[in-house]
Each structure stands twice: as C-alpha cells, then as structure tokens.
C-alpha cells in the first residue's frame, strides 16, 4: 500500500544555500565583467536553477548573453558550486526535528527540487539528512522540471508515496504553482527566496518556522484535499 507523502522543496526551504549559490553566482557574472549581486537581487533571480539566475541577472543589468556564453558561464556556476558543497549551507532552525516528526507519524518523505540531481543528493547527504528521504528529484530527474506537475507527481511516483494523500512544502511562486496544478495542497514558508510575499501566490497555509509543520495541519490539509 502506498504512504502518505510529503515532498520538499530544497533550496530556500529545507536548506539556507542562498550564501553559497551566492558566491557561485557572482563567481560567474564576474567573469563575464558583469557587476556582482548582493541577496536582494539574488532573491529575484532565484528559482529555477544556475542557467535562469544567470539570464536573469543578465537581464536586470540589460546586458545581451549569447547561448554560447551562458552554457560558458554555467559551467564556471556548477563548477564552483560543486567543488564547494556543502559550504556555508545549513538546513533552516526546525527541520531535523521536524522530518523526525513526520518520519514518526508514518510519512514518507522525499525532495523535489530544480537544483540538478547530483547536486542535491551530495548537499543532502553531507548536511547528514540523505537517509530521511525515499527519493531526491532534480531539475534533470526526468524530461521537465517545476512548475511542470509532472516534476512533483513523478517524484511522489519514485518514493512510493500515494499522490491522493501528498502535501508539497516550498517557499516560491514556482512550488505553489506547481502543487495546484498537481492537484496537491502545498504549505509555503516565508524565509526562503522570493521577492513578494508567498501569501501573494495564494498557498494552501503559510508557516514561518518549522515548529509548525505537525502531522497534524499534514492531516487537515490532506482531508481538505479529499
């Protein structure tokens, strides 16, 4: 018989790798003498993986960037990124013992992320937490990626869970968008990495600490889902 599911996002939700993806960011844009960013303008940018952050940067400093030049730039991105994993990252206050309550209540868990596969399974696993997790989903798990649903419903597929009985937690427009159109309740924090308020996107229930991700409100959102 499937589990019930709950399916993380990564970063800005279960993991603080903004200073990080950070430092690989402006690590990149150096490169190409664009000026560096600070975290205002990295939460703009954030959401979808390397390449989009660096468009996107591009973008706001109304700079042209060639196909050539952002698979150039991603590559110095990874790079640097990976060589440094975990870095500064740490999961947000609440998490562990949060996974532990979920775990205990007979949730299966599982990430679903756009940071690439490899990526989120070594940061996972070096931050300790990569036992608590029945699946671990990239931007290159499969042929699409958030907000595509299908990047979700086949992650809950992968961990064995019953996509009836699932409840995503992110903290972006990407994730909610994503979960409504999966048809899955979603709980949004709001300490991750969007410019507006995730409230604006109209989450299932929006939390501020860990603290608050209980089986039960899991429960009352997945009998309001049925």
């Given at each position: 018989?499937?589990?019930?599911?709950?399916?993380?996002?990564?970063?800005?939700?279960?993991?603080?790798?903004?200073?990080?993806?950070?430092?690989?960011?402006?690590?990149?844009?150096?490169?190409?003498?664009?000026?560096?960013?600070?975290?205002?303008?990295?939460?703009?940018?954030?959401?979808?993986?390397?390449?989009?952050?660096?468009?996107?940067?591009?973008?706001?400093?109304?700079?042209?960037?060639?196909?050539?030049?952002?698979?150039?730039?991603?590559?110095?991105?990874?790079?640097?990124?990976?060589?440094?994993?975990?870095?500064?990252?740490?999961?947000?206050?609440?998490?562990?013992?949060?996974?532990?309550?979920?775990?205990?209540?007979?949730?299966?868990?599982?990430?679903?992320?756009?940071?690439?596969?490899?990526?989120?399974?070594a940061?996972?696993?070096?931050?300790?937490?990569?036992?608590?997790?029945?699946?671990?989903?990239?931007?290159?798990?499969?042929?699409?990626?958030?907000?595509?649903?299908?990047?979700?419903?086949?992650?809950i597929?992968?961990?064995?869970?019953?996509?009836?009985?699932?409840?995503?937690?992110?903290?972006?427009?990407?994730?909610?968008?994503?979960?409504?159109?999966?048809?899955?309740?979603?709980?949004?924090?709001?300490?991750?990495?969007?410019?507006?308020?995730?409230?604006?996107?109209?989450?299932?229930?929006?939390?501020?600490?860990?603290?608050?991700?209980?089986?039960?409100l899991?429960?009352?959102?997945?009998?309001?889902?049925?």
């Open positions: 018989m499937k589990r019930p599911i709950i399916v993380f996002d990564l970063d800005g939700t279960l993991v603080d790798t903004a200073p990080d993806l950070l430092d690989s960011l402006n690590h990149s844009l150096l490169d190409g003498a664009l000026e560096s960013v600070d975290y205002i303008g990295f939460k703009r940018f954030v959401g979808q993986g390397g390449r989009v952050m660096i468009e996107r940067a591009y973008a706001a400093q109304r700079r042209a960037l060639a196909v050539e030049e952002l698979d150039r730039l991603l590559g110095l991105f990874m790079t640097h990124y990976t060589q440094n994993i975990p870095g500064k990252s740490l999961p947000y206050p609440g998490v562990v013992d949060a996974i532990g309550r979920l775990e205990a209540a007979g949730y299966v868990l599982a990430v679903c992320t756009n940071k690439y596969e490899a990526n989120s399974k940061l996972i696993e070096a931050l300790g937490l990569k036992g608590h997790f029945a699946a671990i989903a990239g931007q290159d798990t499969f042929a699409f990626r958030k907000p595509d649903p299908r990047h979700l419903l086949e992650t597929a992968l961990a064995g869970g019953d996509p009836e009985r699932a409840v995503m937690v992110g903290d972006s427009q990407t994730d909610i968008d994503t979960a409504k159109a999966a048809g899955i309740p979603v709980v949004a924090v709001d300490f991750g990495y969007t410019d507006r308020h995730v409230s604006e996107f109209e989450p299932s229930v929006v939390i501020s600490h860990f603290d608050e991700l209980t089986p039960a899991v429960e009352k959102l997945m009998v309001a889902a049925r």
